[in-house]
């Protein structure tokens, strides 16, 4: 018999290392010939969209395009560290840093210009594509191209960190507040499940994630598509088997992860909770589009069939066991 | 050793290679076109999926001398005078790249679908690259850009 159920799963997650662990990110911002901006910075890109989310924190403080700017990252001989890939923490910390060293470059800038347009001070000045200009009177500007031909010999450059806050927890009773700032999301699934052959099939999905601020909403959507994909994998096939600490079925063809045919359309809601100590307000989600996925499912089996799923994954050999107990417990 | 001769995006190679070469190795370590990954190495990921005589194959699961005469089509051949196969165009505006891996497989799967059945519906999209498995996107911006390429080819 096919029986549909739905389900809803919330979570919370808590970005960056956490409990009172050194979490610093570091990036330098410097002036390159013909006038393009250089952001030299240890971020990893693993595919999660950082090269792009990183650019785009740095054009926005910079008044440039996403086209003027050239990131260096990935070589440890050429830019100082910025931690590790992980954690969910490249957006907010590592964003932090560069636009911390964005912000410090606007000051050399101005310094710069101050002395090339022969004014009293940096009071007035904004950075306007490209340009270094008196907001008052536009006419006194200067382009980073022409500075970069001035100051060639001398780098113009400045450096940004950011250490994140976070505190440990007490050891005694594991109270404390080791995580700041939290993500937040919640996900709905109905699903049908087929109580003959224990079957589990995803009908709908929607997805909401609070992101702080969107950097770049293509790239969010992504990450929640594949964030749910692999967590659908993780609650209905992956089955990762252990045996003296070596894994028994690392094969594709033992070892299921979805493909196109498994997934399904998600309706993607992007929350946007401006978080006051993060870069435009911008945290991270790469870890927790994963986590609310599995409960929801889990619960919308319940709510189909009437049993509480309490071992992943759930594939059809595990559902027919769990419904022949359910049926068993049920006689006795 | 074996002599082959093999028609890699519409140019003739005519080479002689070891008998224990796979089509990938061939491809990859011959002919330098690197453009072709290795994943699994057991015809389960489709990595390594390039187009033979239309039809899309696993390059690792083919021996090199299986592949003489053949006319195989890799992600380098996709290119047109510099500018992007429509399919590539589509991937990439619809953000439907992450890390990339398995990419030009994906690519490929794409374009031998389309050129097979122009008009395909979701189902039949999510079903022609179903032997190329992603871990990053869960494939939904990739339907996105199959739709989208779908439209690009029509306007041509």
């Known amino acids: 018999m096919k029986k549909r159920g739905i389900g809803v799963g919330v979570s919370f997650y808590g970005t960056g290392y956490g409990n009172g662990f050194p979490d610093i990110s570091r990036a330098i911002v410097r002036l390159l010939p013909g006038g393009r901006v250089g952001i030299y910075c240890g971020v990893t890109e693993v595919g999660q969209g950082a090269k792009t989310a990183m650019i785009q924190i740095g054009a926005e403080t910079l008044g440039l395009t996403e086209k003027d700017i050239d990131l260096i990252h990935e070589d440890t001989s050429l830019m100082p560290d910025s931690g590790t890939a992980a ?35 940096t009071a007035g000045l904004v950075l306007e594509n490209g340009e270094v200009v008196l907001s008052f009177f536009p006419q006194k ?43 937040f999301n919640a996900c709905a699934v109905e699903v049908e499940v087929d109580t003959n052959t224990g079957i589990v099939d995803l009908l709908r999905a929607v997805f909401a994630q609070d992101a702080g601020r969107a950097v770049n909403p293509h790239l969010l959507e992504g990450q929640m598509d594949g964030g749910f994909a692999m967590a659908l994998g993780y609650a209905l096939f992956e089955d990762l088997k252990l045996e003296n600490g070596a894994m028994k079925n690392n094969k594709f063809s033992k070892y299921l992860i979805p493909t196109a045919m498994d997934m399904i359309d998600v309706e993607k809601i992007i929350i946007e909770d401006p978080e006051n100590t993060a870069p435009y307000g911008a945290k991270g989600i790469g870890e927790p589009v994963m986590i609310p996925i599995a409960p929801a499912i889990l619960n919308a089996i319940y709510n189909a069939i009437g049993i509480r799923i309490t071992e992943l994954p759930v594939t059809p050999e595990n559902l027919m066991k769990a419904i022949r107990e359910a049926e068993a417990n049920k006689q006795n | 050793m074996v002599d082959i001769s093999i028609t890699v995006n519409d140019k003739l190679y005519k080479i002689s290679i070891n008998e224990n070469m796979r089509l990938i190795d061939v491809l990859r370590d011959e002919l330098g076109l690197i ?40 992600i380098e051949g996709l290119e047109r005078e510099g500018d992007l196969h429509p399919v590539q165009r589509a991937y990439i505006e619809a953000g439907a790249v992450q890390c990339g891996f398995c990419i030009p497989g994906m690519v490929l799967s794409t374009k031998a679908l389309l050129d097979k059945n122009p008009n395909p519906s979701d189902e039949e999209i999510r079903e022609g690259i179903s032997g190329n498995l992603c871990r990053c996107t869960g494939y939904n911006k990739m339907l996105e850009a199959t739709k989208k390429a779908m439209e690009y080819i029509k306007g041509e």
């Open chain 1, 87 to 121: 954690a969910t923490r490249q957006t907010y910390n590592t964003g932090n840093a560069i636009k911390v060293a964005c912000e410090n470059m606007r000051k050399e800038l101005f310094e710069k210009a101050k002395i090339e347009l022969e004014l009293n001070s």
């Open chain 1, 141 to 183: 500007r200067i382009s980073f191209k022409r500075l970069s031909e001035i100051y060639k010999d001398e780098i113009i450059e400045a450096g940004g960190e950011f250490v994140a806050q976070t505190t440990t927890m007490d050891p005694e009773t594991g109270q404390g507040a080791p995580y700041w700032p939290y993500t």
């Open chain 2, 35 to 74: 453009g072709t990954k290795e994943g699994c190495g057991e015809g389960e990921c489709g990595a390594c999926t390039v187009i033979m005589d239309g039809e899309i194959v696993n390059s690792c699961l083919v021996m090199g001398f299986q592949a003489d005469g053949s006319s195989i089509v890799t």
